[in-house]
């Protein structure tokens, strides 16, 4: 990951000199070690602007001539009633945020009733760190290449040695996640099955074993459904498989399968122009599972782990895959296909097979930007969860409100399953617009046996999702930190 500013601790001492940032309550009282003048200027500023501390507000003023500063920004956390719930990774974003080119930002931090605690102020340089991602690789010029990068941070804390210990764990999160970002962002022409698995490859620098399956290798295992979405495409499909062993020998693994379609055109049900190049997004949930095997493995995680990811390229063609035609998955399971434009679900079907029964893992989660029903059911604000497992569901549930990557269980039941019945095969790809997202993931669930499953719909999260204070980009590597907290909390021997 490449970052905008560089990031420094120091002892907590009061900033001497130039930008400083404070932290207050919404009682607006400044730690005991600020000078009289300096708390005077605050309290006048706040007074004239209306500044009431609520969680992540800012306020910007100047200090008075000769005191030794310039700028003084103050982060609001709130009501000190609410103090555990604060968002510390999103205050690091909203302190990012303030920092100007060229100019050191020192911020103290402590309040005027408690210090940060390490792992607190750790996660504030993690939120500084996504907040600062860009991807600009294909801009001539930027900010950094005229020399006007912001920075450097400086965080005063209490215990420099502990919060560094702290931050290195989260760097490996940080990486992950840009990683996906970058993923998502990259141009269809730049990225296609066999560059993404480069980057899967990449990982064995890390200690990941790496397989690359290529089509003979996919048409020998009897991969038909996920061959069937890119034969239109002159790229050749591709699946890895990314296993970290860094949990007890012979214990079951944690697995995480991610839709890796590089560009979705919807091949012969093809979709409209309008908005089109957002299909170069259509791999967002390979690309979290790439970041997340990347986070796993940088912090060495005490699990074993597989990540699986499905490559291919939905293209017209007089080749590609036709409505009416009916394929023979892996499992066995014929496929009537409706619409070629719900191909996800097919390369998700011959994968999530493949790994239940190569590695009888402790359950399987997929992601996938699978349905655009998904955001008309949730907007753009929560990632659409369905499992076969509640343990498994409630878990994922607890998991994104910690990290602040939620989920909305969505309801599964045999009625809906039945929905996707087909007259000629055994199940039909689209049952139509009625309760997309659900017959969807009932269409997965038949490919899981009786693995504890859960399907993550992320199609309105991972691109195009909302600005937030730790994201101000398209892709969002939504997931990353979720499923790293997941297992963590939970699957770490």
């Keep these: 990951m490449a970052e905008r500013f560089k990031i420094e601790f120091k002892p907590l001492t009061l900033p ?36 009431k501390g609520k969680a992540l507000a800012t306020m910007v003023t100047m200090a008075a001539p000769g005191s030794g500063h310039d700028r003084i920004v103050v982060v609001g956390l709130g009501p000190k009633a609410d103090a555990e719930s604060i968002d510390w990774v999103s205050l690091g974003g909203v302190i990012a945020g303030q920092m100007l080119a060229g100019r050191e930002l020192g911020v103290f931090l402590a309040t005027a009733a408690e210090t940060v605690k390490p792992e607190q102020a750790a996660d504030i340089a993690l939120g500084a760190r996504l907040r600062s991602y860009s991807f600009d690789r294909y801009k001539t010029k930027t900010a950094d290449k005229d020399g006007k990068t912001r920075g450097p941070l400086s965080l005063h804390v209490i215990d420099t040695l502990k919060t560094k210990k702290a931050v290195k764990l989260k760097d490996s999160v940080a990486e992950g996640v840009c990683l996906a970002r970058d993923l998502v962002n ?53 699946v890895a498989i990314m296993r970290w062993n860094g949990g007890k020998d012979g214990s079951k693994p944690v697995a995480f399968i991610g839709k890796g379609v590089v560009f979705d055109t919807g091949g012969i049900s093809i979709k409209p122009a309008g908005g089109m190049e957002d299909m170069k997004g259509d791999m967002a949930g390979a690309a979290c599972v790439v970041g997340l095997m990347h986070a796993l493995a940088s912090r060495k995680a005490k699990a074993n782990v597989i990540g699986a990811i499905g490559l291919v390229e939905n293209m017209p063609d007089g080749k590609a895959q036709r409505p009416g035609d009916i394929v023979t998955s892996l499992s066995g399971q014929t496929i009537e296909i409706i619409n070629t434009d719900a191909e996800g679900r097919l390369v998700l079907a011959d994968v999530l097979w493949y790994v239940q029964d190569q590695y009888k ?45 939620t989920v909305w269980r969505m309801p599964m039941s045999a009625a ?78």
């Design 416 to 493: 809906y399953d039945k929905i996707i019945d087909s007259k000629f095969a055994d199940v039909k790809n689209s049952a139509g617009r009625d309760a997309g997202s659900i017959t969807a993931a009932h269409f997965l669930k038949r490919f899981v046996n009786d693995t504890p499953w859960a399907h993550l719909d992320i199609a309105g999260t991972a691109m195009g999702s909302p600005q937030t204070e730790i994201n101000k980009g398209w892709a969002s590597g939504w997931g990353v930190r979720l499923l790293n907290q997941l297992v963590a909390a939970h699957y770490e021997k």
């Design 186 to 238: 990259e141009p269809p022409n730049i990225l296609g099955p066999e560059e993404f698995a480069g980057y899967a490859e990449e990982l064995s620098k890390l200690g990941v074993e790496v397989e690359i399956l290529g089509e003979k290798q996919l048409r020998k295992i009897g991969m038909r459904a996920l061959l069937g979405v890119g034969q239109g495409s002159v790229r050749e499909s591709k």
């Design 361 to 405: 893992p402790v359950f399987m989660i997929n992601l996938a930007t699978l349905t655009g029903a998904i955001l008309v059911a949730l907007g753009k604000e929560n990632a659409g969860l369905f499992s076969n497992n509640d343990e498994l569901a409630t878990r994922i549930f607890e998991a994104g409100k910690l990290t602040g990557e």
């Design 16 to 51: 001497g000199a130039g930008d400083v940032a404070f932290l207050v309550y919404d009682d607006l009282v400044l730690p005991s070690t600020v000078s009289a003048d300096l708390a005077a200027t605050v309290s006048r500023s706040a007074s004239i602007e209306g500044f």
